[in-house]
C-alpha cells in the first residue's frame, strides 16, 4: 500500500438523483439487484449495467450462470465475498475469489459460465457491463483473472483504502486502461470522517454507488444500496465524497461512446442488423469466429 496526496477541487459535481435500483434475478435464478438499468444506458454511456449480487442463502446463489453468449461489449466481475469459476469458448479457465476481479472482452463472441464454488457462507460481488467502441465490437476476445493482491492500491493521508480497478486515480494507474471509453473504476473504502477527492472531466459520466455504511457526495447524502448519478455541469472537475461513518462505495466513470446502442440480451451492437447477424452466428455455432470478407 502506498500513500498519495489528495487533488483539491474548484467545482465538485452534484448529485443529479438517488437510484434505488431493482430486484431481479438472472442466470438460473441468482437473485440480484440491477442497479445500472436499459433506461440509464444513454445517461450513463458507455456503461449499459452494473448488478450487485449478495446473499448468505445458498438458494439465492447456487445455480450460478451457466453457459451463456455476448458480443459486442466488456464485462467485469468484482468478487467481494465468494468464489466463482468462470469457463468460456475461446478456452480460458478462472477461479473469481475474494476482493478478485475477472474482466472479459467479448468482442466479436464467447459463450462462457461463471459457477460458483462453495454449497454456504456469503457470495456477493458486482458485474459491470462498459460497451465497446463500434471499431473495437468484432475484436477478439480477451480475458484476465487479477487476484486482489495483483490490484493497483494506495491510501490517502486521511486512510481512505483505494482500489484501482480501472483508469488512474492520484497517479496510480488501475489493472485495466481503456483509450475508447477511458473507463474509471475504483472501489473505495472510507474511515469514519474521511474524504476523497477524484478529478473527473466535466463531459465524463459518472456515479457512485454505496455497498456499505452512507456518506455525503457534493453535500448531499447518499444511503447504502443506493446509486448517486452525479451531474455533468459544464464547470465541474471531479467529485468530493464524504464519510462521516466506516463506508464502502465504487465510483465509476468514463467517457461517452455517443454511438447507437442496439441490444438484444447478451448482444449490444451498433444497429438491429449486426444483431440480426450475432443472433445467426450464435444459431450457427459461429459466434466468436472472424467474420468472412
Known amino acids: 500500500m502506498s500513500t498519495t496526496t489528495t487533488t483539491p477541487l474548484q467545482q465538485p459535481r452534484r448529485v443529479e438523483r438517488l437510484i434505488a435500483g431493482m430486484p431481479t434475478s438472472d442466470?438460473?435464478?441468482?437473485?440480484?439487484?440491477r442497479v445500472l438499468t436499459q433506461d440509464l444506458q444513454r445517461r450513463l454511456d458507455p456503461f449499459l449495467m452494473l448488478d450487485a449480487f449478495?446473499?448468505?442463502?445458498?438458494?439465492d446463489y447456487i445455480a450460478g450462470f451457466p453457459d451463456h453468449p455476448h458480443r459486442g461489449f466488456e464485462t467485469v466481475t468484482y468478487?467481494?465475498?465468494?468464489?466463482?469459476?468462470?469457463?468460456?469458448?475461446?478456452?480460458?479457465?478462472?477461479?473469481?475469489?475474494?476482493?478478485?476481479?475477472?474482466?472479459?472482452?467479448?468482442?466479436?463472441?464467447?459463450i462462457h459460465s461463471e459457477i460458483p464454488q462453495q454449497e454456504h457462507g456469503?457470495?456477493?460481488?458486482?458485474?459491470?457491463?462498459?460497451?465497446?467502441?463500434?471499431?473495437?465490437?468484432?475484436?477478439?476476445?480477451w480475458y484476465r483473472d487479477f487476484k486482489n493482491a495483483d490490484l493497483p492500491?494506495?491510501?490517502?493521508?486521511?486512510?481512505?483504502?483505494?482500489?484501482?480497478?480501472?483508469?488512474?486515480?492520484?497517479?496510480?494507474?488501475?489493472?485495466v486502461t481503456r483509450d475508447g471509453t477511458q473507463a474509471l473504476y475504483l472501489d473505495l473504502h472510507f474511515k469514519a470522517g474521511s474524504s476523497f477527492t477524484q478529478p473527473l472531466p466535466a463531459g465524463h459520466n459518472a456515479f457512485v454507488?454505496?455497498?456499505?455504511?452512507?456518506?455525503?457526495?457534493?453535500?448531499?447524502?447518499?444511503?447504502?444500496?443506493?446509486?448517486?448519478?452525479?451531474?455533468?455541469?459544464?464547470d465541474s472537475d471531479g467529485v468530493f465524497i464524504e464519510a462521516g461513518q466506516e463506508a464502502k462505495v465504487l465510483l465509476i466513470a468514463g467517457q461517452p461512446l455517443n454511438e447507437p446502442i442496439a441490444q438484444y440480451g447478451?448482444?449490444?451492437?451498433?444497429?438491429?442488423?449486426?444483431?440480426?447477424?450475432?443472433?445467426?452466428?450464435?444459431?450457427d455455432g459461429k459466434l466468436g469466429e472472424e467474420a468472412q470478407v
Do not use: C
Open 122 to 141: 456469503v457470495m456477493e460481488g458486482f458485474q459491470l457491463w462498459l460497451n465497446l467502441p463500434g471499431r473495437d465490437k468484432m475484436n477478439p476476445p
Open 54 to 59: 449478495g446473499s448468505d442463502q445458498p438458494d
Open 266 to 283: 447478451p448482444f449490444v451492437m451498433n444497429t438491429k442488423e449486426e444483431i440480426y447477424q450475432a443472433l445467426a452466428d450464435f444459431r
Open 27 to 33: 442466470g438460473a435464478g441468482v437473485k440480484l439487484t
Open 153 to 175: 492500491q494506495f491510501t490517502t493521508p486521511e486512510g481512505v483504502a483505494v482500489t484501482v480497478i480501472a483508469g488512474v486515480s492520484h497517479g496510480v494507474v488501475g489493472a
Open 209 to 234: 454507488y454505496v455497498y456499505r455504511g452512507e456518506v455525503t457526495v457534493g453535500g448531499q447524502r447518499v444511503p447504502v444500496q443506493r446509486m448517486a448519478l452525479l451531474a455533468n455541469d459544464q
Open 79 to 110: 468478487m467481494i465475498a465468494g468464489r466463482m469459476l468462470h469457463r468460456d469458448s475461446a478456452g480460458n479457465e478462472g477461479l473469481l475469489e475474494n476482493g478478485g476481479v475477472q474482466w472479459m472482452t467479448a468482442g466479436r463472441g464467447v
